[in-house]
């Protein structure tokens, strides 16, 4: 098998992208057996002419829809065999398109991850252009505790606490190494052999939480992931999403998805109910329709 392969869903981001794909070629693949898949989720930008004349090694696919990120990237994942018997690569690092690649970045990431055979995610240090660590490099997952924290304020109060402050996991020294609960899919360098357990993003996510999900997933397969801040991304964040209307309604909808697959049957029906009116009434009547579908408790739709 080879080393690595890159997979980048890109959506009318086409300079941002070219510049990702600069930083790969000039130097973040070095010493790597690797390639690059770009999946174009319906761009109406020059992305994919962009793609055509001044990367003609990437392997393209353009989509006259846009699928969302999950279903994007399981696309180029599965043309390379990825959650399936016979991966053509070892690894494959889900990448965005607004991020920096440092020469030889990817070859620390695949050399670290291979020398701890029970890892089956690992993501670097991400930093935002203010210079500030991007703090979804490292998170806890939302469970309702958690996500009470988050949403009363109690972890912007008590960032360093090591309960209140869990979902951004802010109590953890950024310079440090740790395994984590999850770690984010704007770079996340993923083991075949781990994915061929689990399988690939669940595409009912269609932007937001298929990172926490798939990573959960991991966890409970009994794998371990983990942040390696050796390795330094610079990532622009939000490039595609910044302003859309959809993407807002996606992260509720995305929390609503990730709590009722995982987490509505064992919780308690007062606190189910708490939960069921924070995400109505965070994500609009669009989303509240969702929930009282009748479909909410015990697994999503």
């Not at 004349?53 to 043309?79: C, E, S, T």
């Not at 690649?101 to 089956?120: S, T």
């Not at 009363?152 to 020294?173: A, E, I, K, Q």
Request: charged share 20%.
């Amino acid at each position: 098998m080879r080393d690595l392969a890159v997979v980048i869903v890109n959506h009318n981001t086409a300079q941002l992208l070219a510049a990702c794909l600069d930083s790969l070629e000039t130097g973040g693949l070095h010493g790597l057996d690797a390639a690059i898949w770009v999946v174009d989720n319906a761009s109406t930008d020059d992305s994919v002419q962009l793609l055509r004349n001044q990367f003609p090694d990437v392997h393209l696919i353009a989509l006259a829809d846009n699928l969302g990120f999950g279903a994007a990237n399981n696309l180029a994942l599965r043309a390379i065999g990825f959650g399936g018997p016979e991966p053509a690569f070892r690894h494959a690092l889900i990448l965005n398109p607004d991020t920096l690649v440092p020469g030889g970045a990817l070859a620390r990431m695949v050399a670290q991850i291979e020398a701890e055979p029970d890892i089956a995610v690992l993501g670097p240090k991400l930093i935002l252009a203010d210079g500030s660590l991007d703090l979804a490099c490292r998170r806890g997952f939302p469970t309702p505790e958690v996500a009470f924290y988050r949403f009363s304020g109690l972890s912007r109060l008590l960032p360093r606490h090591p309960r209140f402050g869990r979902y951004n996991m802010s109590f953890l020294d950024p310079e440090q190494p740790a395994d984590v609960d999850a770690v984010v899919g704007a770079c996340m360098l993923v083991r075949a052999s781990a994915a061929a357990e689990v399988g690939c993003f669940d595409e009912r996510f269609w932007m937001y939480g298929e990172d926490l999900d798939w990573c959960l997933r991991f966890h409970r397969a009994g794998w371990r992931v983990v942040y390696r801040p050796a390795t330094t991304i610079h990532h622009v964040k939000r490039a595609a999403s910044r302003g859309s209307r959809r993407a807002r309604f996606e992260f509720q909808r995305a929390m609503w998805l990730f709590y009722a697959k995982h987490y509505a049957a064992t919780t308690s029906l007062p606190v189910h109910a708490l939960v069921m009116l924070g995400l109505a009434l965070r994500g609009g009547p669009a989303l509240a329709r969702e929930i009282w579908s009748g479909r909410a408790r015990g697994g999503a739709p």
